[in-house]
């Protein structure tokens, strides 16, 4: 029998991993501009046609080509990225595989024009199909111009399995952000269909993203620092307030590079555990810097995705970078750490721009319990000696004459569901039960870590009885739940007997919470396991906080007070909501003299 291998010839490979590279004419514009900065061009112009389909236009003013590099970067496998194997170790350029401009020129057809700076004149060239129609000297700046246009011309079935523009478009939009998120330095303008889309001056990373979505999107967003000799973290995160039920921008680079990652993802995630609600995400966009020998960016075509050896360290170092980024950013106000050198803030040039008037003392450490007495949030015994030492008793707007059961001095008031309460800089109002939960938050979860929860003996033990999952469910959750202040064990087949809940709860309350985290964990199942302490100390902590409506002692009210500011996160209840707000003097005049 004769042999029946052979060689597929060129147009037809290229034609091939055209498919794995070039999926629709977002792929196409994330090459030419991923090409663009490995020129290292300063200036990039992205013009589309009909989303990409008909035309993909890239100028940029990097290196450029010789005459002989103009032909041959159409070559499958050639690059000037890489020369041996070992260099695939040290990538720091987004390409490396010599495989995108061989792949779009076998399925569309593709002008070349470019010129290096040192050469008089420059090269155009025109590929079709994987042939060169035409090639010859031509004027050009120095830099490169490539059009691709008809993508998929000579494929139908990709061309029909494209979607409508819009959904198309949808798709440029994501890489052509992608790109430009990580280049913050570099110049960008996108027009589509004759119209200009986006005009990206090189600026910072808050630039950036402001130019992109929108004059104030920056200001919901803290920065996250962090370096170790494995990692740098750098980048932004949005407060946990700005946490919504959409995913919403979330962004990871390593090296520069655009990449997906869940098990990062979780690692952000987590961080915010606690802060915001189950279900809800924050953006983000944050940059990793790992030596280059220590990830493989070759796993996939597109290289979007990523493997690396640490990372496990990686995981918990992002994970704390983000949450002493929460720590330090989340109560104070945007303009406070906005201290990046030459920022313009985006402001419609009909308003006149009006200076921010948030007064933060930067020493204040919510953090540590001996509060500087001039911080810009002072504990409830700082605010008697500030109001006594401001106001008389019978100063005009005093309005203990009309409580006088309070005791002069005290000058925290229950007002329904809330604590008012002066500050030097204004007026804070404290919503009771989610400033309750969170100070039962921290101090259940501390318990949890510290395995001693406290506990209340019940008179009567109570049986619970489950079925067959649900009692290896709560088997499971037993270590943490005695930290919490649950006394129980098991009892026979199926059932467990309670002898303790955590104090200042009722029966009922207890039970139920028991309950509800059983059902919980049924659903989530094993991945869960990272966030279990807090959720279930979040879950006992609301059967626990106290009902709206309750009367509260003027002790009651200075001790919610102390022991919010004594918690790590005073500003937010465990499931995400504000704690409190301030109302400051100026916001105050505001109301009485517009
Ligand atoms: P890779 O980027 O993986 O090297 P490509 O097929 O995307 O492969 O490009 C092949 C080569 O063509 C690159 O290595 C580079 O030398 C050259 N090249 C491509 N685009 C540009 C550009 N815009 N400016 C200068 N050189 C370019
Ligand atoms: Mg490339």
Redesign the pocket.
Known sequence: MSSIIRLLPDAVANQIAAGEVIQRPASAVK??L???I??G?SKIRLILKDSGRTLIH?I?N????NEQ?AR???ERH?????RNADDLFKIR????????????ASIAQVELK?KTAEAETGTCIIIEGNEIKSQEACSSNT??S?AVKNLFYNVPARRNFLKSDNVEYRHVLEEFHRVAIAHPETAFTLIHNGEEELQLPAGTLRQRLSAIYGGSYHEKLMPVEEETTIVRISGLVSKPVFARKTRGEQFFFINNRYIKSPYLHHAVQAAFEGLIPPGEFVSYFLFLSIDPSRIDVNIHPTKTEVKFEDDHHIYSILRSAVKNSIGKFNLSPTLDFEQETGFQTYHPADKPIVPPTIKVNPDYNPFSKERAPSGGLASSKELNRYFESTLTTDHPLLPTQEIPEQKPNVITLQLGKYILSPIRSGLMIIQIRQAHERILFERILSGIRKQKGRSQQLLFPQHFTLNSENFLVLKELEPVLRGAGYDLNEFGKDTYVIHGIPPEMSETDALSALETLIAKQTISGAENKEGLEEHIAAVVAAGMSMKDGRVLRPEEMEGIIDDLFACEHPALSPSGRPTLITLNYEEIAQFFER
Do not use: H, P, W, Y
């Open positions: 090459e030419l991923e090409n663009a490995d020129a061009a890239v940029d990097g290196s450029g080509m590099d041959m970067c159409f050639a690059t000037s990225k890489l350029t987004k390409g490396f595989r010599g495989e995108a401009l061989a792949s779009i470019t830099g490169t490539l």
